[in-house]
């Protein structure tokens, strides 16, 4: 799981909208003391949708042309709290400066972006065929812990 978390990107987002209808997209992240940072701009859906709904999922996931077979991609979903900080970004900026490029970041300060916290409530590992886990959170730490049933036969 750390491999993705610190290796990719971006993430994939899915919101709910005022009609309760999904809505999906990605965004650049970081992360920070076991929480999703996302910067986003007013006019994405995602804004509106997570400042009048906190529940969101997201879904980070290994690149195409690094995964052994298209049908078993490494992932790990989280279903997320999300809440737009007004202050105490400091430290998330320079994470986001290291990340993705201190001069884009600059430039993107001058815009309508701002940052939401996505607190982690619990999500899923998939390593591969027969290596899912569901993942708990304890505060700034990741249990792992394996799915087992009647799985692929």
């Known amino acids: 799981m750390d491999n993705l978390l610190n290796n990719q990107k971006s993430l994939i987002i899915s919101s709910l909208n005022e009609q309760k209808e ?5 965004a650049p992240f970081v992360m920070l003391g076991g929480n999703i940072y996302i910067y986003i701009s007013k006019t994405a859906p995602h804004y509106n949708n997570l400042s009048n709904n906190k529940d969101c999922a997201v879904m980070i996931i290994e690149d195409e042309k690094e995964s052994k077979t298209i049908f078993a991609r490494a ?7 999300a809440r737009k900080l007004e202050s105490d970004t400091e430290k998330i900026f320079e994470k986001f400066d290291e990340v993705h490029n201190k001069e ?10 701002d940052i939401f916290k996505l607190s982690i ?3 899923r590992l998939v390593k591969g065929f027969g290596q899912a886990f569901d ?9 792992l812990v ?3 049933g009647e ?3």
């Open 22 to 26: 999904a809505s999906i997209s990605y």
């Open 75 to 81: 992932r790990v979903s989280f279903n997320c709290e």
């Open 104 to 113: 884009m970041m600059m430039v993107l300060k001058n815009m309508d972006f």
């Open 121 to 123: 409530k619990n999500g």
């Open 135 to 143: 993942v708990l959170t304890n505060g700034d730490e990741f249990k």
């Open 146 to 148: 394996q799915v087992v």
């Open 151 to 153: 799985g692929h036969k």
